[in-house]
């Protein structure tokens, strides 16, 4: 069956210091892996996927993330964060079939200044 | 990028009432639609995939005769809470996969709050 897990619930970094948040999935096939970001009350942004060929994938807003079949993981990375990452972030596996999406239960990062 | 809307953005109803929450794709004809519930500090639970002209196909748990969905069209699927409870509060978000891509595009949800 497939499973997301993000290992840590909150994450708190200082503004301009880089960021790196976890995920490990469990998919019997190659998986289309997610990233999503969400603000306060707010519905799901997509910041980056991955369905195949480069492992290290570029999204929006400067995260990028990679692909690492051996270890299972699709790690959030960002050189330099912002006050206003400051928000939830979902990690999720998609089927090839229907794209039924699971996510992972959410990392919150906080930013102090 | 594609956009989902949704329909209201938050709604306060009585207890026993019936909530219909509009989704739509607006600029994209989507042939699935999901749905998706989620508690406060929690993850996105998927409720249901709504496929246009068909019925929807309900996780497990989830019951079909409370949460009745319909995917009229290829851009708008609603979801009907029925006799809502207190315990259906909850944040309510969709989401739409076009037919072209692989991608899902999230609605900006729709708080329910049943008193």
């Known amino acids: 069956a497939q499973s997301v897990t993000q290992p840590d619930i909150h994450i708190t970094v200082s503004e301009g210091a880089s960021l790196e948040l976890r995920c490990n999935y469990s998919?019997?096939?190659?998986?289309?892996l997610f990233w999503y970001v969400q603000s306060p009350g707010q519905g799901l942004q997509l910041l980056l996927k991955?369905?195949?060929?480069?492992?290290l994938v570029q999204g929006i807003k400067g995260f990028e993330a990679e692909f690492k079949r051996s270890q299972s993981s699709f790690n959030l990375r960002k050189p330099s964060v912002h006050w206003s990452d400051a928000a939830e972030y979902f990690c999720a596996v998609g089927d090839t079939g229907g794209f039924k999406t699971i996510f992972g239960a959410g990392t919150r990062l906080f930013v102090k200044a | 990028g594609a956009v989902v809307s949704q329909h209201p953005s938050r709604v306060i109803c009585k207890s026993g009432t019936s909530v219909k929450i509009e989704c739509r794709s607006l600029d994209f004809q989507a042939t699935t639609m999901f749905w998706y519930r989620q508690f406060p500090k929690q993850s996105l639970m998927l409720m249901a995939t709504?496929?246009?002209?068909?019925?929807?196909?309900?996780e497990q748990g989830v019951e079909k005769d409370k949460f009745l969905i319909n995917h009229a069209s290829l851009t708008l699927s609603t979801l009907t809470v029925t006799s809502a409870h207190p315990e259906d509060s909850s944040f309510y978000i969709c989401s739409a996969r076009s037919q072209v891509g692989e991608t899902q595009y999230f609605g900006p949800g729709t708080r329910l709050l049943v008193l």
């Open positions: 991955y369905f195949s060929g480069d492992t």
């Open positions: 709504s496929n246009e002209g068909s019925k929807a196909t309900y």
């Open positions: 998919y019997g096939a190659t998986p289309y």
